[in-house]
C-alpha cells in the first residue's frame, strides 16, 4: 500500500546509510521537529508508512519512535497515533540537568545564574509587560503576607511569583530557561531545608516589600529603578537565606 501523502514525509526525501538505520530515522525525524516542519501537535504517519518512506522494517521505525518518546519529543497514543508533543521548556530542562548532575551544580550556582534570567527580565519589562501582567506580578508579591504557610504553599507562592517575573519579559528563551532554573531552585531549597514553613516568616515575608518595589517600578515604566529593585531583592534574598542557613547550621552568619 503506497504511504498517505504528508508535506513533511514526500517521496525520495531520505536517503538511509546501511548501519545504524533506527538511529538515522530517529535522527531525521527529531531534525524535522526541531526545525518546525513537525510542529508540536502533529501526527506522524502511520509506522507501517513511516518503514515505506525510510526504506526499513517496522520494527526499526518502533525502535526511533521509541528514542524519542524516551526524551519527550513524541507521544504514541493507543488507538490513536504518535504525536508530536516536543515543548522548549521540556527540552531545555532535560539538558539542563544533565549539566547539572554531571557537574554536581548546587544551589549557590544555580542562584547566580538565575539573578541574571531575572534582572534581564525585569528589563524587557518595564517596556514590554502587560497591565495584566503587572496585575498578576503584583498579586503574586502580596500572596506573601499570608500568614505561615506549608512548604508546599510556600514553594507554590515563589513559583508563581518567579514566574511572573520573567514572563513579563516576553522573551521566549528567557522563559524557557527560568522554567527549569526555577524549578531547580525550589529542589535544592528543599534539600537544603531552606523551603518549610519557618521560612515563611524568616524569609518569604521579610522581602515582601523588596518585591513590591519591583512590581511599583516595572508599573511606573522606570528602567533606572527597575534595574536597581530587583537587584536589591536578589541580593537581600541571599543575605536572608545564608543568615538562616548558617543559624541551622550553628555558624555565625557572614
Excluded: C
Excluded at 514525509?9 to 526541531?34: C, M, N, P, T
Excluded at 518503514?51 to 528514542?67: D, H, K, M, N
Excluded at 526524551?71 to 490513536?80: I, N, P, T
Excluded at 508563581?160 to 520573567?166: D, G, K, M, P, W
Aim: no cysteine; hydrophobic share 45%; glycine share 6%.
Amino acid at each position: 500500500m503506497a504511504m498517505k501523502s504528508s508535506p513533511a514525509f514526500e517521496s525520495g526525501g531520505f536517503r538511509r546509510a546501511r548501519v545504524g538505520a533506527a538511529d538515522q530515522v530517529a535522527d531525521h525525524l527529531r531534525a524535522k521537529i526541531y526545525s518546525g516542519v513537525l510542529e508540536k501537535g502533529a501526527k506522524l504517519p502511520s509506522e507501517r508508512d513511516l518503514a515505506a518512506y525510510y526504506g526499513v522494517s517496522p520494527p526499526t521505525v518502533s525502535e526511533a519512535i521509541r528514542a524519542l518518546s524516551a526524551v519527550k519529543l513524541v507521544e504514541a497514543r493507543h488507538g490513536s497515533g504518535t504525536y508530536v508533543i516536543a515543548e522548549s521548556g521540556s527540552l531545555l530542562t532535560q539538558a539542563f540537568q544533565a549539566v547539572v548532575e554531571l557537574e554536581n551544580v548546587d544551589l549557590e550556582s544555580v542562584l547566580d545564574l538565575s539573578d541574571l534570567v531575572y534582572e534581564k527580565a525585569v528589563n524587557l519589562g518595564v517596556t514590554a509587560a502587560t497591565d495584566e501582567e503587572i496585575l498578576e506580578l503584583r498579586e503574586a508579591a502580596e500572596s506573601f503576607r499570608a500568614p505561615s504557610q506549608s512548604e508546599t504553599e510556600f514553594a507554590a507562592a515563589l513559583e508563581r511569583f518567579l514566574t511572573a517575573l520573567v514572563q513579563i519579559s516576553h522573551n521566549r528563551l528567557l522563559v524557557a530557561i527560568s522554567h527549569f532554573l526555577i524549578q531547580k531552585h525550589i529542589a535544592l531549597a528543599r534539600q537544603s531545608a531552606l523551603i518549610s514553613s519557618q521560612m515563611w516568616d524568616k524569609v518569604a515575608r521579610k522581602l515582601i516589600d523588596e518585591r513590591l518595589a519591583v512590581v511599583d517600578a516595572v508599573a511606573g515604566r522606570d528602567a533606572p529603578a527597575a534595574a536597581s529593585a530587583i537587584r536589591i531583592y536578589l541580593e537581600r534574598g541571599r543575605q536572608l537565606l545564608r543568615a538562616n542557613a548558617a543559624t541551622a547550621a550553628g555558624e555565625p552568619a557572614s
